[in-house]
């Protein structure tokens, strides 16, 4: 069963990813999600009355010619996320808010990476699902109690990345402190335990956020030694990269 879960979330991360493919070409600029746009490279394909752009379903072609590299990565970074979210919490009701938080992280960390900014019609939808998917799947767990454990993680990350913002609002953007909402809503809710209903929460917040201070400060340096010149780079990417893997080793953490 839970390689069938895997299996299962490899194919609807290629689904997905096509489908944030639309997303990430047009959010940013606020175009609508349906119906076909000028300039772009293939029309998109409609499932349930969605727009998608799917590279791999088409072969990377379409009839104006090669289709953009980019919507292959999307499609490659979704799959990757939501097997390894299904090998670590396959057997649970868990996985599947988990899984709006993975198709979150891809979406911010591309549109970041392309665009130095968070647009917070990823963000806020994100949140809006976030809590309503988290609340029944803690009522069938028994644990109505790790709902208060994930505001706190949710509280906690947004004050944290929020005084740094304030502090040094050239390092730290406004677009990153709120996605800290959405990465807090789901460590506080995965940290909390019976025997660490506060602690928990506050110990994914903190791996978290300074796995991603390590990853960013690595990136930057990085991204300017490439380039050979200085200024801002995304932090986006480092702090959902921080979020996903201390989600993934939870249970190893909280503790």
Request: proline letters at 7%; aromatic letters at 8%.
């Amino acid at each position: 069963m839970h390689a069938a879960v895997v299996i299962g979330s490899a194919v609807l991360g290629l689904l997905v990813g096509s489908l944030l493919n639309v997303v990430i070409d047009r959010v940013p600029s606020k175009a609508p999600l349906r119906g076909p746009r000028d300039g772009e490279a293939a029309l998109p394909t409609t499932w349930l009355g969605l727009s998608a752009q799917p590279w791999v379903l088409r072969g990377g072609r379409s009839e104006g010619g090669p289709l953009p590299s980019h919507w292959l990565w999307v499609e490659v970074a979704t799959v990757v996320v939501f097997v390894e979210l299904a090998l670590r919490y396959g057997r649970s009701l868990q996985l599947l808010p988990l899984l709006v938080l993975g198709a979150s992280l891809v979406a911010v960390s591309v549109v970041d990476l392309q665009l130095l900014r968070i647009p917070d019609r990823i963000t806020f939808p994100t949140l809006a699902v976030a809590l309503p998917s988290i609340v029944p799947v803690a009522a069938q767990r028994g644990e109505t109690d790790a709902i208060r454990g994930a505001l706190i993680g949710c509280a906690a990350y947004f004050l944290l990345l929020l005084v740094t913002h304030l502090a040094y609002p050239a390092g730290m953007g406004f677009g990153d402190v709120k996605l800290a909402l959405v990465m807090g809503l789901y460590l506080g809710w995965v940290g909390w335990t019976p025997l660490a209903p506060v602690a928990g929460p506050l110990r994914l917040v903190l791996y978290a956020l300074m796995l991603g201070c390590v990853l960013g400060v690595v990136f930057g340096l990085t991204v300017q030694v490439a380039t050979k010149r200085k200024g801002a780079f995304p932090f986006g990417p480092a702090l959902a990269l921080g979020c996903l893997v201390v989600v993934l080793f939870a249970s190893d953490l909280r503790y």
